[in-house]
C-alpha cells in the first residue's frame, strides 16, 4: 500500500491502533463498529506454475487467472510446505508444518495426530471470532473431511468428498504390455454432462451461495479438484492445445548423475510410466491434457468470480488463490509430485484486496503462511505455536527487504529450504543438494558438494526443524459414501 492510502485508511478508522490490528485490510469505519473483510478463499490441486500470469509455459491459457492477477498481490515465490495432497492442506490449514504436527502423508489425518488433534484450524478461528464459513469442493483432503471448520460444507459437513468424475469411453495414458494404466496418468475428452462433475456441482454450488447471500463477514472455500489426475475434460479444452505444436518442459540427459542417493531414488521414481510415455509416443499427448485441465480450472475460477463481482460484497472481499503443491510434467523423470524440487514445490499464490493496488512480490513465502496472514487481515489473534508468519507488512510494502528462507517436508527429515536465489535441500540420510536459481532455474547442477558454497548451506541449514515430529497414525482410505454418491447421482 502506498503512503498515501495509508493515509486516508488511518483517517478513516479514526485511530492507528485499529489499522495496525488489522493490518488495515478491508477495515473501515462505519460509525463506532468495524466492518471486516469476507474472505473467498479458491484452491486448486497439483497446479504448478503454468499459469500465464508466473509464466511457466508459454501456451498455457488461463485469461481468468490472468486478469485476477492483474489485480491482486502475486507472490511469485510461494512454496507448498509438503508436496503432497493432504499433508499440504493439514498444514496451511492448522498454520503448522509437517515436521511440527508428524502429518507427512496422503493417509494421516491431522484430527488423528497426537501433535495436532486439537489444531484451531483457519475456519474454525474465523468462525469462533464471527465469521460465517462456508465451503464446497476439495479444501482438506478429500478424504478427511473436518466438520468444526465449518458451519455449512457441500454437500455436507461430514463429507467433503465428491464422487470421481466417470470416466470417458476412451482414454488415453502410459500403459503396460496388458494394457492396464501405468501409474495415475489418464486423460481423455469427457462427454458426459458437466453438472454431474464434482468440481463444475462445486461451482454451481458456490455461484448459488452468493446469489442467495451470505451471512457477513464470511469465509468462503472452494476447492477444485483438477489439474489433478485424471485430466478428463470436455472435447473443447483439448482442443486447445495441439500436442504436436505445444512447449515441452526441458529435460537434462544425465542430470541425475550428481545426486545423492535418497535424490536419484526420487529422481528415478516414475521411471517405469516415463519409460513408457516416451516409447508410446505420448509425452505431448500428456502435456496437452494437463494444459488443457488447466484451461477448463480458469473457466471455473472465471464462473465464480463472476459470481462474486455480481453480488453485494465484491468490494469488501479479499480473494486468496493457491494450489497446494507443483506438479513435475517430465522434469527430473517425474509425472507427479513428491519431491523435493522447484516443479513440485512452487505454487500459485495470489492475494487480492479490493483495497490495495496490484503487485508482485520477491520475497519467497510459504503457504503456511496464509493462516497468520488471513487471521491479521481479519483482526483476529491467530493461537500460539504457528510455524508461518503474517504476510501483511509484504502486502503493504510489496518490495520489502524480506528473505526469511521457507521450507518443504516431503516424508519425515526429508526437507527443502528456499530463498529468493537458493534451494538447499537435505536428505534423512544426510544426502545434500544445493542450486542457485540465478543461473539454473531447472535445478541441473547441484553444487553442494562445492566448499566454496559451504557458507550458504550452512545458513540455509540454520532454517532445519531442530525437532521432527514422529509419523502420525496412518488410516485406510475410506470408502467413497455410497449413499451419498446414489443421492447426487438422482438429482
Ligand atoms: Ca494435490
Ligand atoms: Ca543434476
Given amino acids: 500500500m502506498d503512503i498515501q492510502r495509508r493515509k486516508l485508511l488511518k483517517g478513516a478508522v479514526g485511530t492507528a491502533t485499529a489499522a495496525?490490528?488489522?493490518?488495515?485490510?478491508?477495515?473501515?469505519?462505519?460509525?463506532?463498529?468495524?466492518?471486516?473483510?469476507?474472505?473467498?478463499?479458491?484452491?486448486?490441486?497439483?497446479?504448478?506454475?503454468?499459469?500465464?500470469?508466473?509464466?511457466?509455459?508459454?501456451?498455457?491459457?488461463?485469461?481468468?487467472?490472468?486478469?485476477?492477477?492483474?489485480?491482486?498481490?502475486?507472490?511469485?515465490?510461494?512454496?507448498?510446505?509438503?508436496?503432497?495432497?493432504?499433508?499440504?492442506?493439514?498444514?496451511?490449514?492448522?498454520?503448522?508444518?509437517?515436521?511440527?504436527?508428524?502429518?507427512?502423508?496422503?493417509?494421516?489425518?491431522?484430527?488423528?495426530?497426537?501433535?495436532?488433534?486439537?489444531?484451531?484450524?483457519?475456519?474454525?478461528?474465523?468462525?469462533?471470532?464471527?465469521?460465517?464459513?462456508?465451503g464446497a469442493g476439495k479444501i482438506f483432503h478429500n478424504k478427511f473431511p473436518d466438520p468444526p471448520?465449518?458451519?455449512?460444507?457441500?454437500?455436507?459437513?461430514?463429507?467433503?468428498?465428491?464422487?470421481?468424475?466417470?470416466?470417458?469411453?476412451?482414454?488415453?495414458?502410459?500403459?503396460?504390455?496388458?494394457?492396464?494404466?501405468?501409474?495415475?496418468?489418464?486423460?481423455?475428452?469427457?462427454?458426459?454432462?458437466?453438472?454431474?462433475?464434482?468440481?463444475?456441482?462445486?461451482?454451481a454450488h458456490t455461484r448459488a451461495a452468493f446469489a442467495r447471500g451470505l451471512q457477513e463477514p464470511f469465509f468462503f472455500a472452494c476447492g477444485i479438484n483438477l489439474p489433478h489426475v485424471p485430466w478428463f475434460v470436455p472435447a473443447k479444452y483439448m482442443e486447445m492445445f495441439a500436442p504436436d505444436r505445444i512447449t515441452l518442459p526441458q529435460v537434462l540427459d544425465g542430470d541425475e548423475d550428481d545426486l545423492p542417493a535418497l535424490g536419484k531414488k526420487a529422481f528415478n521414481r516414475m521411471r517405469v510410466p516415463n519409460k513408457a510415455l516416451h516409447d508410446q509416443h505420448l509425452v505431448r499427448e500428456a502435456v496437452a491434457a494437463y494444459l488443457a485441465s488447466i484451461a477448463s480450472v480458469d473457466v471455473m475460477v472465471g464462473h465464480v468470480l463472476e459470481a462474486l463481482a455480481a453480488s453485494p460484497y465484491a468490494d469488501n472481499t479479499v480473494i486468496v488463490v493457491w494450489s497446494d503443491h507443483g506438479y513435475h510434467l517430465g522434469e527430473k523423470t517425474n509425472w507427479s509430485k513428491f519431491t523435493l524440487w522447484e516443479e513440485a514445490t512452487r505454487v500459485p499464490f495470489l492475494i487480492h484486496d479490493p483495497r490495495r493496488p496490484a503487485a508482485r512480490v520477491a520475497a519467497p513465502v510459504s503457504l503456511v503462511d496464509i493462516y497468520p496472514t488471513i487471521a491479521a487481515m481479519a483482526g483476529v489473534a491467530p493461537p500460539p505455536g504457528l510455524d508461518g508468519r503474517s504476510l501483511v507488512p509484504l502486502l503493504d510494502t510489496p518490495a520489502l527487504d524480506w528473505n526469511d528462507p521457507v521450507i518443504t517436508t516431503n516424508y519425515r527429515a526429508n526437507h527443502g529450504v528456499r530463498d529468493r536465489d537458493w534451494r538447499y535441500i537435505r536428505?534423512?540420510?544426510?544426502?545434500?543438494?544445493?542450486?542457485?536459481?540465478?543461473?539454473?532455474?531447472?535445478?541441473?547442477?547441484?553444487?553442494?558438494?562445492?566448499?566454496?558454497?559451504?557458507?550458504?548451506?550452512?545458513?540455509l541449514a540454520q532454517k532445519l526443524p531442530a525437532f521432527d515430529a514422529p509419523d502420525a497414525p496412518e488410516v485406510e482410505w475410506p470408502e467413497d459414501n455410497p449413499a451419498l454418491i446414489a443421492a447426487l447421482e438422482a438429482e
Avoid at 43 to 57: M, P
Avoid at 73 to 82: E, G, K, P, V
Avoid at 443 to 454: G, K, M, T
Fill in 427 to 459: 536428505y534423512s540420510d544426510g544426502g545434500e543438494e544445493l542450486y542457485d536459481h540465478r543461473g539454473d532455474p531447472m535445478e541441473w547442477r547441484n553444487l553442494a558438494n562445492d566448499p566454496q558454497y559451504r557458507s550458504i548451506i550452512e545458513r
Fill in 20 to 134: 495496525t490490528l488489522a493490518g488495515c485490510a478491508g477495515i473501515e469505519s462505519s460509525g463506532s463498529s468495524i466492518r471486516k473483510p469476507n474472505f473467498l478463499f479458491l484452491s486448486l490441486d497439483d497446479c504448478n506454475d503454468w499459469l500465464g500470469f508466473l509464466g511457466g509455459n508459454p501456451d498455457t491459457r488461463t485469461p481468468n487467472l490472468d486478469k485476477l492477477a492483474a489485480r491482486s498481490t502475486i507472490f511469485d515465490r510461494a512454496y507448498c510446505s509438503a508436496p503432497g495432497c493432504n499433508q499440504s492442506r493439514a498444514s496451511l490449514m492448522t498454520g503448522r508444518n509437517p515436521a511440527s504436527t508428524g502429518v507427512y502423508g496422503n493417509r494421516q489425518p491431522f484430527r488423528m495426530s497426537p501433535l495436532a488433534k486439537d489444531a484451531l484450524t483457519l475456519p474454525q478461528l474465523l468462525k469462533a471470532n464471527g465469521y460465517y464459513t462456508e
Fill in 149 to 203: 471448520s465449518w458451519d455449512n460444507f457441500f454437500p455436507d459437513r461430514d463429507t467433503q468428498f465428491l464422487p470421481r468424475v466417470p470416466p470417458p469411453r476412451e482414454t488415453t495414458g502410459p500403459r503396460d504390455a496388458k494394457g492396464k494404466i501405468l501409474g495415475e496418468l489418464e486423460w481423455g475428452s469427457y462427454q458426459g454432462k458437466l453438472d454431474r462433475t464434482r468440481d463444475w456441482v462445486s461451482i
